[in-house]
């Protein structure tokens, strides 16, 4: 089961499709953008990623451009030096789906917070919850989808 990405363009998407991205009404300074689980009707450069892997099972992840990073237990899109990129690991689930956790604190991913009332879903980065099984199993909220985007 050992799908691994290459380097390239997606689009990223919960195993709900709700679409990954940045809001596409965001201030225009230069501190740190939220990434959230968008309506799927959400499209466009705030919703495409470069998925670079640097080294075996880590990559960095950039959102219009933008590389992330965990900062304050959410994903931001970071625009200047500060914060770093984070390192990510990208792991094929057999329930459907990848977990995306943190390369240097094993357990620490994405989850979609459904928190607030609001129709855009900030990501976490938090502890995963693992259900005690084997193969692991991840609640839906921790599974997203990765699909390539052909450039002619």
Known sequence: MEEQLSSGLYTITTVEDLTVGRNSREDRSLR?????????SETGPNTIWQIE????????????????????????AVLTDEPPPTLWKIT???????????ADQDGFGWVVSFD???EEKPIAVRPLIV????????????????????MD
């Open 116 to 118: 607030d009332g609001r």
């Open 53 to 76: 892997q640097v080294n075996g099972e880590e990559y960095i992840l950039k959102c219009h451009g933008a590389p992330t990073a965990a900062h304050d237990d959410h994903l931001y």
């Open 131 to 150: 259900q005690p099984s084997y193969p692991p199993r991840f609640p839906p909220t921790e599974l997203f989808k990765f699909k390539r985007i052909e």
């Open 92 to 102: 094929k689930q057999h329930q459907g789906g990848y977990t995306i956790i943190k």
């Open 32 to 40: 740190p953008k939220p990434i959230y689980a968008l309506p799927p």
